[in-house]
Structures are given as structure tokens and as C-alpha cells.
């Protein structure tokens, strides 16, 4: 199952106020603050350099910073590159009670649909919150420069029809 950024924080503050009973040892969560890099040390956990100058080694580190994770080259090498594949996205708030017909299948979860060429896909976060993604088809005649013709374009969404 896929959580937003919110919802992990959601749920790691309740396992953090409550004591952390659900996990082993107390915690030491460090929120709000910025991390400029983690460095992978054997035996003693990660180091963790951040903004303001300080530092401190942990048992475990999330990296939930995005693709261009400070966190990711203490675990991987690997680094973001373009796949040549360009997506368009946008937010639904509200969806159980303002567009009840897309909440139902994307559930407490996510939906991806695929056909020829195209695909959708769309993932619940906190809070009655969705995001929906779907390549976009540069020989669709978008101006991308004009904001408000490519926003109410359904040419994105050209090659779907209802079922």
C-alpha cells in the first residue's frame, strides 16, 4: 500500500507518542529538520550531516525526500535520470464526497489502468486526498506555454472513452 509524506508522518508520530510500543527501543525523531547528507558507516548506523552544522549517528534513516534524495546515496549509487517519459498530474481533494465514482476503485490504495500506448494511475493520500498521473502525448498539440488552454485541454485524456 502507498502512503503520502503526510499520512507516514501521521503514523509515525502516533507510534512515536505512544511510546513507541509498536517498535523496539525509544525513538529519536528528528522533525523540521533539513539533512545536507547521510554517509553509510559499518557497524554504527548512518551519519547524518544537517543543515545547521550539527550531526548524528541513528539506527535508521527514512529518506522520504524525493527523487533527488539527500538520503538515497548512503543506500544506492543509483541516481535520478530521464526516462524519456513525461508525465502530467494533478490533485483531487475531497474525492469520497465531491467525486464519490473515482474514490470507490482507487479504494484505500491506489489504481493503475493500462491500455495501448497510454496509462493512468491514481493513489490515495491523507486526508480524502488523490493524486492522478498520466503520460503526457507531446503530439497532442499542446502550447504548454498557455496555462489555462493546456489545463482545460482534454486532449490529454483524447485517446479514453467512458466505460
Known amino acids: 500500500m502507498c502512503i503520502g509524506c503526510s499520512g507516514f508522518a501521521s503514523a509515525l508520530s502516533v507510534a512515536v507518542d505512544g511510546g513507541g510500543a509498536a517498535l523496539s527501543g525509544p525513538l529519536d525523531v528528528q522533525w523540521g529538520r533539513e539533512v545536507t547528507q547521510a554517509v553509510p558507516r559499518a557497524g554504527d548506523g548512518p551519519l547524518v550531516l544537517f543543515a545547521d552544522g550539527r550531526q548524528k549517528t541513528f539506527d535508521l534513516v527514512v529518506g522520504a525526500d524525493g527523487a ?43 489504481v493503475s489502468v493500462y491500455g495501448v500506448n497510454r496509462s493512468l494511475s491514481a493513489q490515495r493520500n491523507s486526508g480524502g486526498h488523490v493524486k492522478v498521473c498520466a503520460p503526457l502525448d507531446w503530439n497532442a498539440g499542446l502550447d504548454l506555454a498557455d496555462v489555462e488552454a493546456t489545463r482545460s485541454s482534454r486532449s490529454l485524456l483524447a485517446r479514453w472513452q467512458r466505460i
Open 68 to 110: 533527488w534524495s539527500r538520503v538515497r546515496p548512503a543506500v544506492s549509487p543509483v541516481t535520478p535520470h530521464y526516462t524519456g517519459v513525461t508525465t502530467v498530474e494533478t490533485s483531487l481533494d475531497d474525492v469520497d464526497d465531491s467525486y464519490p465514482e473515482l474514490g470507490r476503485p482507487i479504494g484505500d490504495g491506489s
